[in-house]
């Protein structure tokens, strides 16, 4: 398989995107293959990631905002 079509069934995998048939293969080929299994927790986890730092870059962008205005009417 090549690797952009290995990412993006993974990718497709996590979206919930693959059709049935699709996706019971998958899920064959992780219990068969453990460097699958463990490229699709890292991808998992590097999503995670990315939504965390994404929440607490804007959790600090509004706090900044709420800062700024609280300054502003002082």
């Known amino acids: 398989m090549a690797q952009q079509q290995f990412i993006d069934q993974v990718e ?8 049935a048939d699709a996706r019971t293969r998958f899920e064959a080929a992780l219990q068969e293959d453990s460097e699958l299994a463990a490229e699709l927790a890292l991808a998992a986890d590097t999503r995670q990631l990315l939504r965390l730092a994404a929440q607490q870059s804007y959790k600090e962008k509004l706090q900044a905002i709420d800062a700024e205005m609280t300054a502003e009417q002082s």
Not at 12 to 19: I, N, Q, T, V
């Open 12 to 19: 497709a995998y996590l979206d919930g995107e693959l059709a």
